[in-house]
C-alpha cells in the first residue's frame, strides 16, 4: 500500500463532494474565533481562501510578498475564466467540463476533484457577479462568454483582456472588508520562508519582513499555502518577476510531497527573446488564436530574405508559405491545444524555418480574418462596391474591438504595426501544472497544512486547458477550502493559542537565520541572477519543450554544478537588516536550484509522452499519429509524489496510482 | 534589426530607508538598446553596480506588463515618463535618444512616505479601500445566479473602465496637491454603476472619503493632470460621478 491517501469520498462521482459535505465536521462559529489560519498568498487561490475562512469567523493572518495583496500574479491574466453555466445552451454540462479538463489533462488528473471543479464552478461566477466583478456582457445585458482552444462550446466568461484582474480585485475587496472588520490581519511585504512543524502538525510560520529584514514568528493552528506556481525556474517565463517556489519548497523539505514536478505548461503565442538583457516573457492571449492563422515561409531562402530584411513577410504568396497547424491538424487546426502548438512552432524553428534574428519565431498572422470581417461588415453596412483598402479598414476595426488591447501591447513592445504585419510569436513557459500534493481535502502530507491554487498539483494532469486555473485557485479558494479545513479544525477547539516560544520555533527560526546568513558571507563575485539565468538556460535547453535522457541527465550534473558555485560565488550587496531585493531573489534562487533538479529527475523518471511533458524516446511510430506524443498508461498512470530525504537527487518516489472510472482512457487525437 | 546604441546619464534618487536623507546620485550608463524595456535598462544598471561592488538601486515591479500597478518611477519629472497610457515597466528605450539625461525619482507624495531609494509607501491606497471599497457578500455558495439581475452593457462597459484601475499612484504623484480623487473615484464609480453595488453607496463614498482625508491626501481643483498622467487611461468622469455619491450622501446623511 503507498503511504499517499487521497481520501477520495465513497460513493458515484456526482455524490461524492456533496456526501462529504454533509458528512464531515464543523466548528461551532464561537469556537472559530478561537482559531488561527495563516494563509500565505493573496493571488486568486489565497485572497479567495482568506476572505472567506474570515467571513466564516476564523482569526486569519494573511502573507504577501507584494506591498499590497492586490498585485499578486493572478492579476495578469488576460483570457477569461471557465464555468458550466451553459448559458449558450450549447450543451455543455458538469459532465462536459469534467470531461474536457481530465482529457485535456491527459488523463494524469485525480478524477474526484476535477469532477467537484466543475461542479462549483458555476458558483464562482455567480459569487463575482455579487461581489461586482463587471465580466463583459451582451446587448440584452446578460453576461457574454468566448471559446478557448480543446473545446467544443463556449463556457469561458472574460472581462476583455484583463479577467484576472477584475477576478483578482474582487478576491480583494472581499479580503477588505474583513480587514476593515480586523478579521484578516494582512502583513504585506513578508516572505515565508519556513513552516513550523510542531507534534507533527503545522503549527505556524517563520517570515522575513522585507522592509526591515526582520525575521518573525507567527503561529495558527492550520496553514494554507497559495504561493503560485513555479515558471521562474527557468528564468524567463510569463510569470511575474517576484513568483517562485520557495513557500512550497519550504514545506516541501519539511515533509510535504511534491507531484509532478516537471509538468510545466509552455505556451505557444509569446512575444519573442529580443536580447540577452530580456527579463520577462510577455503572453499574447490564446484568444488570437481563433482569428490568427500561424506559419512559416515553405523555401529557405524565402527564410533567410526575410531574416535579413529583403522581403517583407505579406510579399510572400500563399503558395509560398506553410500554415503548419492546418496542414499537420486539419480538424482543429489553428486551436489545437497548447501543448501540441508549442511543439509544431519548435519543430519548424530546429529544422531552420524561424524568421527572426534568432531564429525562434513564427508568424501568427491576421490578414485572413481582417479580409474576412472586412467583407462581412461591407454587407451589413450595405457597402457592395466597398474597396480594398476600405474592405481592410472595416475588418482592421472588428479585429481592434475584439483584441484592440493586446495588439497595442505587441506594437509597444515589438514596435511594429500587427494590423499590416503578421505578428511574430514563439512558445514561452507560462504555468506549472505540477505542484505539492494534495488528497481530496487539498491537505499536504503534513496535516494541517494546505496548498491551494497553482502551488497545488490537483486538477489540470499533465496539461492545462486555457481559463480553467482562474476557476480552479477560486474554486480552491471560496468553496473547498471552507469546508475541508473545518473538519480537521473542529479537533481544535480546545488546543488553545499556539505558543511561538517552542523548540520548534526556535529551531526554525535558527535555521532561517543560518540560511541568511550564510549567504550575505558568501561574499563572491557574481550576481543572483548571473545563476538564475544559468540555471534558466539549462532548464529550457535540456528539460523544455522536447525531453530525452541524455539531456535530463546532462541537466542534473549542470544543475548540481550551478548550485555548488551559487554558494561559493553569489555576491549579495548591502546588510539582511535592511530592504534588501538581491537578498530577496538570492533566497529564491537557491530553492529554484533545489527544484530544477527534481524537475529534471521526474522527467526522467516518467519515460513517457503526456501533456506538457515530451519524451522524445516515447512517440507513435507508423500510422496517422505518427510522431506525435505517445502516452503510456500501462506503465507510468500515476501522479508521481517525491519526499524530500535531504538532497533533491535523492528524493523518494511515491506512486498514487490513477483510476478512470467515469472516463474511457483513450488517445487524445487533435488530426 | 540591426541597431545603434544609447550612452545615458542616469540621474537618481538615492535613499538609504525611510529616516534617512536622499540625493540625486548620478551613474554613466552605455551600450542601451531601444528594443529594452525602461526595467530592463535599470537592470542593466543593477547588474553593473553589483559587480563594482555597490549597491544596487531599489524600485518596486513584478509583472512587468502594465498591470500590477507595481512599478511606481517619476520619470524627467512625469509619472511613469514621457509616453502615453503606459506604466514605467511598458516604457520603452526608444523613447530616449543618445546622450540623454535621465532624472529617476520616486513617486512624491506625503501618504506616499518613501521606503528606500525609488520604492514608496501605498499602503494609504490599501487603507481607503478597507474603508468600502467592496460589496457586502459572503461566500455562501447560495447567491443567486449571475444571470437574474440582467445590468445595461454600457453601464457594465463604464463600470469595467472604471474597475481597470491599477493603483499605481501616479495620479497622485502628478497631482500639485498630491489628491487621490481619480483613484478612489474609481471605486466609488464602478460600484456605483452596477445594481449589487447600490445598497451600501452611500456610506461607501462617505467612509472612502473620510479614510482619504485622513491619509493626507490634498483635495482636487480640478487641473486634469492626473488623467494626462493614467497610464489606465482613468476617466474625469468617475470624479464627477463620486462628487455627485457624496453630495447626495451628505445631503441624506445630514437630514
Ligand atoms: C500572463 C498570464 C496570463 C494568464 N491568463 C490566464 C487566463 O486567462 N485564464 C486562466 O485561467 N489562467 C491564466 N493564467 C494562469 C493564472 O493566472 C495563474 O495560474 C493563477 O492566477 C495563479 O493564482 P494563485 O492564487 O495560485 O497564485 P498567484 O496569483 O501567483 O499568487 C501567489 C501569491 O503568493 C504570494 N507568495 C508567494 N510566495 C510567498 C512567500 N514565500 N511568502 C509570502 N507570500 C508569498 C504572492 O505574494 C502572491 O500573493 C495566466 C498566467 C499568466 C502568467
Ligand atoms: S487612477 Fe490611474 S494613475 Fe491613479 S492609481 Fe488608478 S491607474 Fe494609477
Ligand atoms: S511592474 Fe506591474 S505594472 Fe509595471
Redo the contacts with the bound molecule.
Keep these: 500500500m503507498s503511504v499517499l491517501d487521497a481520501k477520495i469520498p465513497e460513493g458515484p462521482i456526482k455524490e461524492k463532494w456533496t456526501n462529504h459535505k454533509n458528512n464531515i465536521n464543523v466548528v461551532n462559529p464561537a469556537n472559530k474565533r478561537l482559531i488561527d489560519v495563516i494563509v500565505?498568498?493573496?493571488?486568486?487561490?489565497?485572497?479567495s481562501a482568506a476572505a472567506s475562512l474570515a467571513e466564516m469567523g476564523y482569526a486569519v493572518k494573511a502573507?504577501?510578498?507584494?506591498d499590497s495583496?492586490r498585485r499578486?500574479?493572478?492579476i495578469?491574466?488576460?483570457?477569461?475564466?471557465n464555468a458550466a453555466k451553459n448559458y449558450q445552451n450549447d450543451g455543455d454540462s458538469v459532465y462536459r467540463l469534467f470531461y474536457d479538463t481530465v482529457k485535456g489533462g491527459d488523463y494524469r488528473g485525480r478524477e474526484a476533484n476535477v469532477y467537484r471543479l466543475a461542479e462549483v464552478s458555476a458558483n464562482i461566477i455567480d459569487q463575482c457577479v455579487a461581489q461586482g466583478v463587471p465580466f463583459a456582457r451582451e446587448y440584452g445585458g446578460l453576461l457574454d462568454n468566448r471559446s478557448f482552444g480543446g473545446v467544443l462550446v463556449s463556457r469561458t466568461f472574460y472581462a476583455k483582456g484583463q479577467?484576472?484582474q477584475q477576478l483578482l480585485l474582487g478576491a480583494y475587496s472581499a479580503m477588505n472588508r474583513q480587514i476593515g472588520k480586523g478579521k484578516i490581519k494582512m502583513y504585506n511585504r513578508?516572505?515565508?520562508?519556513d513552516v513550523v512543524v510542531v507534534g507533527g502538525k503545522a503549527r505556524g510560520i517563520i517570515?522575513r519582513n522585507l522592509i526591515t529584514g526582520s525575521i518573525e514568528r507567527h503561529s495558527a493552528h492550520a496553514v494554507v499555502i497559495?504561493?503560485?506556481?513555479y515558471g521562474n525556474v527557468f528564468f524567463l517565463s510569463?510569470?511575474a518577476m517576484?513568483?517562485?517556489v520557495?513557500?512550497a519548497w519550504k514545506i516541501h523539505k519539511k515533509g510535504a510531497f511534491f507531484a509532478n514536478p516537471c509538468y510545466t505548461q509552455i505556451h505557444p503565442t509569446c512575444i519573442p527573446r529580443s536580447g540577452d538583457y530580456q527579463s520577462k516573457l510577455t503572453?499574447m492571449?490564446e484568444s488570437l488564436r481563433n482569428d490568427g492563422r500561424i506559419w512559416v515561409p515553405k523555401n529557405k531562402e524565402d527564410v533567410e530574405a526575410i531574416r535579413n530584411g529583403s522581403k517583407k513577410p505579406v510579399e510572400l504568396s500563399e503558395e509560398e508559405r506553410d500554415y503548419y497547424l492546418e496542414r499537420r491538424y486539419p480538424a482543429f487546426g489553428n486551436l489545437v491545444p497548447r501543448d501540441v502548438a508549442s511543439r509544431a512552432a519548435k519543430e519548424r524553428c530546429d529544422a531552420g524555418y524561424g524568421v527572426n534574428q534568432t531564429g525562434e519565431a513564427v508568424f501568427l498572422d491576421f490578414a485572413s480574418a481582417i479580409q474576412r470581417y472586412g467583407k462581412e461588415a461591407a454587407t451589413v453596412n450595405h457597402e457592395p462596391d466597398a474597396s480594398k483598402e476600405r474592405i481592410i479598414e472595416l475588418g482592421a476595426e472588428v479585429i481592434k474591438n475584439k483584441y484592440g488591447n493586446l495588439f497595442q501591447m505587441y506594437e509597444k513592445i515589438v514596435d511594429q504595426n500587427p494590423y499590416k504585419t503578421p505578428m511574430m510569436i514563439y512558445p514561452a513557459v507560462?504555468?506549472t501544472m505540477g505542484g505539492i500534493w494534495v488528497d481530496y481535502n487539498l491537505m499536504t502530507t503534513i496535516p494541517g497544512c494546505y496548498a491551494?491554487?497553482?502551488?497545488n498539483f490537483s486538477d489540470h494532469g499533465a496539461n492545462r486547458l486555457?481559463?480553467?486555473?482562474?476557476?480552479q485557485?477560486l474554486a480552491d479558494g471560496y468553496f473547498v477550502l471552507p469546508y475541508t479545513m473545518g473538519d480537521y479544525l473542529a479537533d481544535e477547539i480546545r488546543t488553545g493559542p499556539i505558543p511561538t516560544d517552542s523548540p520548534e520555533f526556535d529551531q526554525a527560526e535558527k535555521d532561517v537565520r543560518g540560511i541568511i546568513d550564510t549567504l550575505m558571507n558568501v561574499k563572491g563575485t557574481k550576481s543572483v541572477d548571473h545563476f538564475h539565468k544559468e540555471l534558466g538556460m539549462v532548464m529550457w535547453n535540456n528539460a523544455g519543450m522536447a525531453r530525452n535522457e541524455t539531456d535530463l541527465k546532462a541537466a542534473i550534473a549542470k544543475i548540481r554544478k550551478i548550485r555548488e558555485e551559487f554558494w561559493k560565488d553569489v555576491r549579495i550587496p548591502g546588510e539582511a537588516t535592511e530592504l534588501n531585493s538581491e537578498l530577496e531573489k538570492a533566497i529564491r534562487v537557491a530553492d529554484f536550484l533545489e527544484l530544477g533538479e527534481l524537475f529534471a529527475k521526474d522527467a526522467l523518471e516518467r519515460n513517457e509522452s503526456c501533456g506538457g511533458h515530451f519524451r522524445e524516446e516515447s512517440v507513435e511510430i507508423g500510422g496517422e499519429q505518427e510522431g506525435e506524443a505517445k502516452r503510456d498508461d500501462v506503465n507510468f498512470k500515476y501522479v508521481s509524489a517525491w519526499e524530500w530525504t535531504g538532497d533533491p537527487g535523492e528524493a523518494k518516489l511515491h506512486k498514487e496510482e490513477l483510476e478512470f472510472k467515469d472516463i474511457e482512457l483513450k488517445t487524445r487525437s487533435y488530426k | 534589426m540591426s541597431e545603434t546604441t544609447m550612452n545615458l546619464t542616469l540621474k537618481i534618487w538615492r535613499q538609504k530607508d525611510a529616516k534617512s536623507k536622499g540625493k540625486i546620485v548620478s551613474y554613466p550608463i552605455s551600450g542601451i538598446s531601444g528594443h529594452m524595456s525602461f526595467l530592463e535598462m535599470m537592470d542593466v544598471l543593477n547588474e553593473q553596480l553589483i559587480n563594482e561592488g555597490q549597491e544596487p538601486v531599489a524600485f518596486d515591479h513584478d509583472c512587468r506588463?502594465g498591470i500590477c500597478g507595481s512599478c511606481s518611477l517619476h520619470i524627467n519629472g512625469e509619472a511613469h515618463g514621457p509616453d502615453r497610457g503606459v506604466t514605467t515597466c511598458q516604457l520603452h528605450m526608444r523613447m530616449f535618444k543618445d546622450g540623454d539625461t535621465i532624472f529617476i525619482e520616486p513617486f512624491r507624495a506625503k501618504a506616499f512616505p518613501v521606503i528606500k531609494d525609488l520604492i514608496v509607501d501605498r499602503t494609504s491606497f490599501d487603507r481607503i479601500q478597507h474603508a468600502g471599497g467592496f460589496i457586502s457578500v459572503n461566500t455562501s455558495g447560495n447567491t443567486q445566479d449571475a444571470n437574474s439581475i440582467p445590468i445595461p452593457k454600457a453601464d457594465a462597459d463604464k463600470a469595467f473602465d472604471a474597475a481597470t484601475c491599477i493603483g499605481c499612484g501616479a495620479c497622485v504623484a502628478s497631482c500639485k496637491n498630491a489628491s487621490a480623487m481619480l483613484y478612489v473615484s474609481a471605486k466609488v464609480a464602478q460600484f456605483s454603476l452596477l445594481p449589487q453595488g447600490k445598497v451600501e453607496a452611500k456610506d461607501r463614498v462617505l467612509n472612502m472619503v473620510e479614510q482619504m482625508d485622513k491619509e493626507g491626501f490634498g483635495n482636487c481643483t480640478n487641473t486634469g493632470a492626473c488623467e494626462v498622467e493614467c497610464p489606465k487611461g482613468i476617466s474625469l468622469e468617475n470624479i464627477a460621478r463620486m462628487n455627485n455619491e457624496y453630495l447626495k450622501a451628505s445631503i441624506t446623511r445630514e437630514a
Design positions: 500565505v498568498g493573496t493571488g486568486l487561490a489565497g485572497g502573507f504577501c510578498f507584494q495583496p499578486a500574479h493572478s495578469a491574466a488576460q483570457g477569461g475564466i479577467t484576472g513578508h516572505e515565508m520562508l517570515a497559495a504561493s503560485g506556481g510569463t510569470n517576484g513568483s517562485n520557495t513557500a503572453l492571449s507560462h504555468y491551494a491554487g497553482e502551488a486555457g481559463a480553467s486555473a482562474l476557476m485557485g | 506588463e
